[in-house]
């Protein structure tokens, strides 16, 4: 490598690069709209904008961490270059003026203190001599010399306003930026790159008009993105923190005649199958969750059926992010001569037939718990390989990770509330498709709704963070960290795949079980599943090692997904 390149280094470079990427965002973000509609546009903009700022967090050059470039990279000077390459592309794309004006759609706003003819022309930069194809460094090294020009470009971008005079062009231009980005994207590793969307998830505006925006465009985003803006969406108005507009109305929870139902299962956990027949003539084996209401307080009755029938109501929301592993909800029925109780009925989507072919017998549907061994099983769990335990171990995280950045608790999370379909196959198969199940307890993030106390047996206690068993404890009231607690509960069964019955030892009350796990059990799973597995139950159990303070939202989700989720998707036999 040359003068210029040796001089700077490649994360140098890199780091340059996103500098000036940042800042040619910055000055186009805040472009008046000098056209109408231009505004919806402005909106994919900042995805865009937000997208790369998600990235430089994913590959350390936000931070200026040269250590998990590297990893990123895998030692592989061609990644480097491409990296690099793409970098410079972006960074040509935001500062070139003239092509921001002639093919874009932008001008230099007249209201501003700097006119156009005021400002120096720009140099050309060649970016057609190299290709990522070609010797790394010999690539860098012209990547490098480009630099100073970009730099310069984007210090007298800065001194003048701008305006978009040409919305279809404009649209043109962010098109070409959510391509680069697509590509920056695609260089991450499966794992950075599952963290990266479920970060962006996470970002997601708390604005209506722009959540509903994103929702209906989905040329901008991925599709879970699109369908977690709506999931977000529909919580809000929910919360009645905003107000609907024409088009953009809560939907109605589906309420079916109880009759409708055919062929019904016996009940076991309040948990029963049956068959029901659409109106397009299909008939669907469905799942039905028993939910009843108690409480002496009609006042708290009444306020917990509206939670439910919001909770319905975002269930049978479709398309779903796949990362929820939530079911389809269809609707609900209440049972005759039961007071407030109430049936979910969800759809087994791998079980659904043409009404003319006769309906196959009720499918097996399992529970992760039904697989554990009990106390007297010592035997090596054969039937469920290790590789297929890690898959399952990263679907449940990612899954509660979903599910808390839609607004929502679980606040029943153990392994009876796992359901594993066997359409057909092995049972192992199914491990690796797992759904959360059990919403009867649900309810929206927010320590002012009121926490429904489970009817948990002894067994479902044990899933329980100690705080929250604990009346008179100031942490009493539920919350997002004792979701993650019942899930490290969970992720110990399946690391070392007994029920957690099995492990408790007598004598033992909440707190003394607590403290038994993390110093007898936590340990075990390092020989049984590495210690990565280990350190991110660890982080389940013990909030303080997400280093967060008492924080219960976004930084703690943040921390629970790079500490938790994106730990277990880098597990591997």
């Given at each position: 490598?040359?003068?210029?390149?040796?001089?700077i280094g490649?994360?140098?470079?890199?780091?340059a690069l996103?500098?000036t990427?940042?800042?040619?965002y910055?000055?186009?973000?805040?472009?008046?709209g000098?056209?109408?509609?231009?505004?919806?546009?402005?909106?994919?903009?900042?995805?865009?904008q937000?997208?790369?700022?998600?990235w430089?967090?994913?590959v350390?050059?936000a931070?200026?961490?040269?250590q998990e470039f590297?990893?990123i990279?895998q030692g592989?000077s061609?990644?480097?270059?491409?990296?690099?390459?793409?970098l410079?592309?972006m960074?040509n794309?935001?500062?070139?003026?003239?092509?921001l004006?002639?093919?874009?759609?932008?001008c230099i706003h007249?209201?501003?203190?700097?006119?156009?003819?005021?400002?120096?022309?720009?140099?050309?930069?060649?970016l057609?001599?190299?290709?990522?194809?070609?010797?790394?460094s010999?690539?860098?090294q012209?990547?490098?010399e480009?630099?100073?020009?970009?730099?310069k470009?984007i210090s007298?971008?800065a001194?003048?306003?701008?305006?978009v005079?040409?919305k279809k062009r404009f649209?043109?231009?962010i098109g070409?930026?959510?391509?680069?980005?697509a590509a920056?994207c695609?260089?991450?590793p499966?794992?950075r790159?599952s963290?990266?969307?479920?970060?962006l998830?996470l970002e997601?505006?708390?604005?209506?008009d722009?959540?509903?925006?994103?929702?209906?465009?989905?040329?901008?985003?991925?599709?879970?993105?699109?369908?977690a803006?709506?999931?977000?969406?529909?919580?809000?108005?929910?919360?009645?923190?905003?107000?609907?507009?024409?088009?953009?109305?809560l939907?109605k929870?589906?309420?079916?005649?109880?009759?409708n139902?055919?062929s019904?299962?016996?009940?076991?956990?309040?948990?029963?199958l049956?068959?029901?027949?659409q109106?397009?003539?299909?008939?669907?084996?469905?799942?039905?969750?028993?939910?009843?209401?108690?409480d002496?307080?009609?006042?708290?009755?009444s306020?917990?059926?509206?939670r439910?029938?919001?909770?319905?109501?975002?269930?049978?929301?479709?398309?779903k992010?796949s990362?929820?592993?939530?079911?389809?909800?269809?609707?609900?029925?209440t049972?005759p001569?039961?007071d407030h109780?109430y049936?979910?009925?969800?759809?087994l989507?791998e079980?659904?037939?043409?009404?003319r072919?006769?309906a196959?017998p009720?499918p097996?549907v399992?529970t992760?718990?039904?697989?554990l061994?009990?106390?007297?099983?010592?035997k090596?769990?054969v039937c469920?390989?290790?590789?297929?335990?890690f898959?399952?171990a990263?679907l449940?995280?990612s899954?509660?990770?979903?599910?808390?950045?839609?607004?929502?608790?679980?606040?029943n999370?153990?392994s009876?509330?796992?359901?594993?379909?066997?359409?057909?196959?092995?049972?192992?198969?199914s491990?690796?498709?797992?759904?959360l199940?059990g919403?009867?307890?649900?309810?929206?993030?927010d320590?002012?709704e009121v926490s429904?106390v489970?009817?948990?047996?002894d067994?479902?206690r044990?899933y329980q963070?100690?705080?929250y068993?604990?009346?008179?404890?100031?942490n009493?009231k539920y919350?997002?960290?004792?979701?993650f607690?019942?899930?490290?509960?969970?992720?110990?069964?399946i690391g070392?795949?007994?029920?957690i019955?099995s492990?408790?030892?007598r004598g033992?009350?909440?707190?003394?079980?607590a403290q038994?796990?993390?110093?007898r059990?936590v340990?075990?799973?390092?020989?049984?599943?590495g210690?990565q597995?280990?350190?991110?139950?660890a982080s389940?159990l013990?909030?303080?090692?997400?280093?967060?303070?008492?924080?219960?939202?976004?930084r703690?989700?943040e921390?629970?997904?790079?500490?938790?989720?994106?730990?277990?998707e880098d597990?591997?036999?």
């Open positions: 490598m040359e003068a210029a390149g040796l001089a490649v994360v140098g470079l890199a780091l996103c500098d990427i940042r800042q040619g910055e000055v186009i973000v805040e472009a008046r000098a056209v109408e509609g231009v505004q919806t546009a402005q909106i994919w903009f900042r995805i865009e937000q997208k790369f700022d998600n430089t967090v994913q350390g050059l931070s200026n961490d040269t590297d990893v990279c592989n061609m990644i480097k270059s491409l990296i690099v390459d793409i410079a592309q960074s794309l935001l500062t070139k003026r003239e092509d004006e002639k093919k874009y759609g932008l007249p209201a501003g203190d700097k006119k156009v003819e005021d400002l120096e022309p720009d140099h050309d930069v060649s057609r001599e190299g290709s990522a194809l070609q010797v790394a010999a690539l860098i012209k990547r490098a480009s630099l100073p020009e970009f730099q470009r007298k971008m001194k003048v306003k701008w305006a005079r040409d649209n043109d231009f070409s930026l959510s391509d680069f980005n920056l695609d260089i991450l499966p794992s790159r963290a990266y969307h479920r970060a998830q997601q505006p708390s604005d209506n722009r959540l509903q925006l994103i929702s209906n465009h989905s040329e901008w985003v991925d599709k879970d993105y699109a369908a803006a709506r999931f977000k969406q529909l919580h809000l108005l929910q919360q009645r923190s905003t107000s609907p507009t024409p088009g953009n109305e939907p929870p589906i309420k079916i005649p109880f009759n139902l055919e019904r299962g016996p009940t076991k956990q309040n948990r029963t049956a068959q029901i027949q109106k397009d003539g299909t008939t669907t084996h469905v799942l039905v969750e028993l939910k009843t209401l108690t002496p307080d009609p006042r708290i009755i306020t917990l059926e509206r439910l029938m919001d909770l319905i109501a975002l269930l049978q929301v479709a398309p992010p990362k929820y592993r939530v079911l389809d909800c269809l609707g609900f029925f049972t001569g039961q109780q049936g979910l009925i969800f759809a989507p079980f659904t037939v043409p009404a072919i006769p196959p009720l097996r399992e992760l718990y039904s697989f061994r009990t106390a007297a099983d010592n090596v769990p469920f390989c290790l590789e297929a335990r898959r399952l990263a449940l995280a899954s509660v990770s979903s599910i808390h950045a839609a607004g929502w608790l679980h606040h999370i153990n009876s509330n796992i359901l594993c379909l066997l359409p057909d196959g092995e049972a192992e198969d491990i690796e498709r797992p759904y199940s919403f009867g307890y649900a309810r929206v993030d320590p002012r429904e489970t009817n948990e047996n067994i479902d044990l963070h100690p705080d068993q604990t009346p008179l404890h100031p009493h919350r997002r960290s004792y979701d607690y019942s899930l490290g509960i969970v992720l110990i069964e070392l795949w007994k029920r019955s492990l408790r030892r033992l009350d909440e707190r003394g079980f038994d796990i993390q110093r059990l340990p075990m799973l390092g020989y049984y599943m210690e597995y280990r350190d991110a139950v389940c013990d909030r303080t090692r997400l280093k967060v303070g008492d924080d219960e939202d976004k703690l989700s921390s629970f997904s790079r500490n938790v989720v994106r730990v277990l597990c591997h036999a």
